[in-house]
């Protein structure tokens, strides 16, 4: 339905440093069920809640209305096979943005299926307006294509009369993706629409910032807009507005999230392709020399900032890292006579960047790999840290200065 360019990018917006329990918790919310092309598709826990309710609530209307005398297993049976081929039908919109994100160069982190659709996870922008339209009208073109599929099928099972009403099926099926297509195809940014419309705004004033700029405004608006409506719907006729009034919010209130959070993530990546780690990162950055014991650094250091691990430095040389998993598995009466140096392990790459790269490289270390502070290395030596808490100050600072 959407696209982020990030794919964590609500980390950067919400997540309060170091809080490597929140992420996993916020992991076990996400399960993957397979791949296509290459690229992971996970489902959400709201998307099975969704499911669930779709369900019965096509098992005992639309089901029940079609085919009043089946038994009623049959129809949940059915209600649930309507359910999975709509989850089809959104996974194949995805699919094609995707496709076409990759046939453009694009590196694609994943596709989510979440309560209010599909979001395809991008790690970088388009490259050029043209890249951004043909990614844009992929979705809803393969909708389209789907529901075209869908109707042939409705019109030829109507051709059988033994098959009752079966053909409605498929004419239900056609009609959701004729609406996922004309939805997504509504000028809100980050909607396929509002895309559209940005990658219009690139083109005309060869500027991107300027063209996200005005496309979310648009889109903070059309969230907005849809809140209102929600709210107008609701007040009208509670008795049968409510429900559909309170979708309308939600989804309003979403999509002007989103809209503001992807304009804060073009403004970041724009930012941080010109500046250097060394200008972001904290200077003091805490370290254990490799010369203390197991216990010191227990003491001195693991207990005082509940962190994974601590570099280890000899002088200021970096020499790997200590981690709290290797002192656990450490015999206690040990920790006093062995010293760091003996439980030292090399430093991954994911852990750490130069502190000449650019913030960009960084920034997507922090948010593609569950890593929440990197080690800032020069010529072998460590010189300083970087958290996501040190990303969003200077962010934050930058849009205080307007520099
Ligand atoms: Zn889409």
Known sequence: MIRLLLSAAERLATSTPNTTREDQTRMRRNWTIGRLLGIPIDIDLSWIAMAVLLTAALATGFMERLFPLLDTRWKWSMAAVLCVL???????????????????????????????GGVAKLSSEPRSPVSEMKMAVAGPLMSLGVAGV???????LGLFTFLGEADEIF?????????????????????????????????????????????????????LGL?????YLAVRSPATGLVQGFWFVLIGWFLGGAARLSMEQTVAYKLFARVPVCDIMNRAVEVIPSTVSVQEAVDGY????????FP??????????????????LPREKWCEMCVSEAVESLPNREWVAADENGLVALKQL??????RLVVVRDGEVVGSLERADIRNYVHVRNILKV
Not at 93 to 106: F, N, P, R, S
Not at 150 to 156: D, I, M, N, R, V
């Open 312 to 329: 280890v430095v000899d002088g200021s040389e970096l020499k790997g890292m200590i981690t709290l998993h290797r002192v656990r598995k």
């Open 227 to 231: 809140v209102a409506l929600g709210c």
């Open 367 to 372: 948010m593609g790999n569950g890593t929440t």
């Open 171 to 223: 004419r239900y099926l056609a009609r959701l993706n004729f609406f996922l297509a004309a939805f997504n195809l509504l000028p809100g940014f980050p909607l396929d629409g509002g895309r559209i419309f940005r990658a219009l705004l690139w083109w005309s004033t060869n500027d991107l910032l300027t063209a996200t700029r005005i496309a979310s405004s648009a889109g903070q608006a059309f969230g």
């Open 150 to 156: 869908a109707a042939a099928l409705s019109w030829s």
């Open 86 to 116: 709509l989850f089809i039908s959104i996974l194949l919109h995805e699919v094609a943005h995707c496709w076409v994100a990759q046939k453009e160069q694009m590196q694609v982190d994943g596709i989510s299926l979440f309560v209010f």
């Open 302 to 309: 693991f207990l005082r900032r509940p962190r994974p691990f």
